[in-house]
């Protein structure tokens, strides 16, 4: 078994197809937006921005290369950069150190590839809409105040982001006039580019060459990329992890992973595969843990699926999974043969960068923003808490405390929806047979009546108190009959659902009445079994589900009437 992702991923290989010329024109593309967004990421988390570079390439091979989402491009993103540079810092580590940095990218990769093998991939379906928003915006925000120094030349003070935000604005007077000016030519260049639609896919890379020109010809005197790390001209060397720092990065390692995964979850929904096959998300961690562990001993950063690179790809015209490869190994030749002319990037350039894509970040969650603050005052608030941890705390506390708000607004929904409607069927006409209608449950059952109730929720704990106070009073009820419909129920309810019915049955039995209950499963009836309950019940208390929708509720409900024609001092037809 521990075998089978690895033989999955070569039998993979052997069936990759050829690449066709649009593969080719759109590796070239993304290899070449991946010089100034991989430095860019780097360097505002704080790492080497050569890491940044090599996370491009042999992350994003060999993910490419396993991906079951065909088009998905896997290297490092603005979140992952963020998170592990607070991780490292928070472990006391140095996120310059290549060792540091490659125990922390192999760990996170046997992390993705450890969830990929147990098929977790359905706990991304547990953070909910209104946390993912809350924490891409704030996740976008800390990517302008990460770039407002090299943008502007002052670098803001205080812990907090929003307060970094209002003191660079409040002090724009010190803000260096030729970084500053770079900066805005940068964003003009970029915003020229993107408004001619056959350049839109390019427009950041033309930003960056026509601009880093220009400093060049007019020789302005701002910061360099060479000023804060040289890129030597050759491939990724080999770099040993150190295995001391394993202990401190334990829970770290998780939290990037999670952050990873769950940016790259939204990438399948977003680019379906253009040949037809599915994805499948456990594949896609378990291909995100290979990239990882690959990079990892080749000087790359942690890396995911990225939505924007993928972006970048399809635009480009990528058709295949060699679209991910050639961009890659397009950005390996380039980094061997022209890395001297990347190092004469201007930082004001990668600011303005970044200040762009921050910006197109926020700009893209407006609406899904406004969605959140429609649906629900707890979705709110859900969103606007994430958003503040994300700009206070560290990364990887915030998207924990993302993960208790999630699942809170989970329990908190599902113990509100879950509800009992009364069922009543109406009288045989010359025309037809009646008909179930729906009607309010009643507050105490009538003698010798018959009562249909249909239960809808998930018998979540939660939800109980709220269900038990809707049941009928069982005070008086001599012969009747409760029965009680479960088509929605889960196959294994909650323990507390199972005592809930026990209670109330023995109320009603007490009373002379008797609790029936329909459209049980299979499951559930060997547990009503094996707890007792059934045998409680009695003769034909158990009515199975059918295949029919309302088999067995009407199987139920002529039992009922037989059952409370011979107990009962009422009227057996009646029904509620």
């Not at 043969?337 to 990037?345: K, Q, Y």
Request: with cysteine.
């Amino acid at each position: 078994m521990a075998a089978r992702p690895w033989t999955e991923a070569f039998s993979r290989l052997r069936g990759l197809g050829r690449p066709r010329p649009a593969d080719a024109a759109s590796g070239a593309v993304t290899g070449l937006f991946s010089i100034p967004e991989g430095m860019a990421y780097a360097s505002i988390a704080g790492f080497n921005p050569v890491a940044g570079l090599y996370a491009g390439v042999v992350p994003a091979i060999a993910g490419s290369l396993t991906s079951r989402t065909v088009l998905m491009v896997t290297t490092l993103t603005s979140a992952i950069a963020l998170t592990s540079q607070s991780v490292l810092s928070d472990a006391g580590l140095d996120p310059k150190d290549a060792g540091n940095v490659a125990v922390l990218t192999v760990m996170v990769g046997a992390v993705m590839l450890l969830m990929g093998v147990l098929r977790l991939g359905a706990v991304m379906s547990f953070v909910s809409n209104a946390v993912m928003t809350g924490f891409s915006t704030g996740i976008a925000l800390q990517i302008i105040t990460g770039v407002l120094e090299d943008a502007t030349g002052y670098d803001p003070h205080g812990h907090n982001k929003l307060y970094q935000l209002g003191d660079w604005i409040a002090h724009a007077g010190k803000w260096e006039g030729a970084a500053t000016l770079v900066a805005a030519v940068t964003v003009a260049v970029w915003a020229a580019s993107r408004a001619v639609k056959r350049l839109e896919p390019v427009a950041l890379l033309i930003a960056m060459v026509v601009t880093s020109v220009g400093v060049a010809v007019l020789g302005t005197d701002v910061e360099l990329v060479r000023d804060i790390a040289s890129i030597p001209g050759a491939l990724p060397s080999f770099s040993a992890p150190d295995l001391s720092a394993v202990p401190h990065l334990i829970g770290g390692a998780c939290s990037v992973a999670l952050v990873a995964l769950a940016q790259a979850a939204g990438v399948s929904p977003s680019v379906p595969n253009p040949d037809g096959s599915r994805s499948d998300v456990n594949g896609d961690f378990r291909s995100q843990g290979y990239a990882n562990l690959l990079g990892g001993l080749f000087q790359a950063l942690p890396s995911g699926g990225s939505l924007s690179r993928t972006g970048v790809a399809v635009s480009a015209g990528a058709r295949t999974r060699w679209a991910g490869v050639v961009s890659g190994v397009f950005l390996a030749l380039v980094v061997l043969v022209c890395g001297s002319l990347a190092e004469r990037i201007p930082m004001p350039v990668i600011g303005g960068l970044i200040l762009v894509v921050g910006g197109e970040l926020i700009w893209g969650k407006r609406h899904d923003v406004l969605l959140v603050l429609r649906t629900s005052w707890m979705s709110s608030a859900a969103m606007i808490l994430t958003f503040l941890a994300t700009t206070q705390l560290p990364l990887q506390q915030a998207i924990v405390l993302g993960a208790v708000l999630s699942l809170l607004l989970y329990c908190a929904q599902a113990a509100r929806q879950a509800r009992l409607v009364a069922l009543r069927r109406t009288p045989d006409r010359p025309s037809g047979p009646g008909h179930w209608e729906t009607t309010e449950p009643p507050a105490v059952l009538a003698p010798g009546s018959v009562t249909v109730l249909e239960y809808a929720g998930s018998s979540f704990f939660a939800e109980l108190p709220r269900i038990e106070h809707l049941l009928p009073a069982t005070d008086g009820a001599r012969g009747a009959v409760l029965v009680l419909t479960l088509r929605a129920l889960p196959d294994v309810p909650s323990s507390a659902m199972l005592k809930l019915l026990d209670r109330y049955a023995a109320r009603l039995a007490g009373e002379g009445g008797r609790l029936v209950l329909c459209g049980v499963q299979p499951a559930f009836v060997r547990l009503l079994e094996r707890s007792g309950l059934g045998r409680r019940l009695g003769e034909d208390g158990i009515v199975p589900a059918t295949t029919a929708v309302f088999g067995a509720l009407d199987t139920a409900y002529a039992r009922a009437r037989h059952w409370a024609a011979e107990h009962g001092a009422g009227d057996p037809g009646r029904s509620r």
